[in-house]
């Protein structure tokens, strides 16, 4: 059982436009919500991460919308650029249960320059 | 260095071989986990420490999959006869806190990816 799914699995943006990339989870035990960005033969590294009782959290060019009751958060990247072209996780945690990551299945994003 | 480290990067082994995977992590950091990255798709957990004692091997798929982290710092991920499907980028990662306690994130390595011929 997929807990965490993640759409699309590909994304060609322009330079300078959005990026939003969707993520609907199951488990409303879930209370930590990282999203990793990757790019090829690198590890997944951390880019922003919001908690169930915030609905927005941004960091520069990247925002997290999160709906609780719709269980599901998305990414959006502002003014994208050629060097965001990479892989992005969405991911979900229980945090007194371990701490360990369930991964979304990825989107592939291409910003054309 | 100052991140995660996992050596080798790449290991090619023949079917029914067996394998050893190392990482190291960030020093201090008291919680250690394996996940395995198949090609296109997203990581999967596999195993967690904290200091030496193994929490939770549920994501091991087989009982030819064995973790350890004897002195509570370097963890080795060994793979027993290994068959094709093995074929993936194991991942490990590290956070400095224990179970519970907030919203630290993990480091992750750059991955050991195995292929299996």
């Known amino acids: 059982q997929q807990q965490v799914k993640q759409s699309p699995q590909s994304l060609i943006v322009q330079k300078g436009g959005i990026s939003i990339i969707n993520c609907a989870y199951e488990?409303?035990?879930?209370?930590?919500f990282p999203w990793y960005q990757q790019f090829p033969g690198k590890g997944p590294a951390l880019l922003i991460a919001?908690?169930?009782?915030?609905s927005e959290k941004k960091e520069g060019r990247f925002t997290i919308s999160f709906n609780k009751s719709a269980k599901q958060f998305s990414l959006h990247i502002m003014d994208s650029q050629p060097g965001d072209s990479a892989t992005y996780f969405c991911?979900?945690?229980?945090?007194?249960?371990?701490?360990?990551?369930?991964f979304g299945g990825g989107t592939r994003l291409m910003v054309k320059p | 260095g100052a991140g995660v480290s996992q050596s080798p990067r790449y290991k090619v082994a023949k079917r029914g071989q067996d394998v050893a995977l190392r990482c190291d992590p960030i020093?201090?950091?008291?919680?250690l986990f394996w996940y395995q990255q198949a090609l296109g798709q997203g990581p999967e957990f596999l195993t967690y420490?904290?200091?030496?004692?193994?929490?939770?091997k549920s994501g091991l798929p087989s009982d030819r999959f064995f973790a350890e982290r004897p002195e509570g710092s370097v963890s080795t991920l060994k793979i027993q006869r290994t068959q094709q499907e093995d074929s993936a980028v194991y991942l490990c990662?590290?956070?400095?806190?224990?179970?519970?306690?907030?919203?630290?994130?993990?480091?992750f390595g750059d991955g050991t990816r195995l292929s299996i011929l």
């Open positions: 420490f904290q200091n030496e004692a193994q929490l939770d």
């Open positions: 990662a590290s956070s400095p806190i224990f179970s519970g306690q907030g919203n630290q994130p993990q480091h």
């Open positions: 488990n409303t035990a879930f209370d930590y």
């Open positions: 919001i908690r169930p009782d915030v």
């Open positions: 991911a979900a945690r229980i945090v007194y249960a371990g701490n360990m990551l369930t």
């Open positions: 020093s201090g950091h008291v919680s």
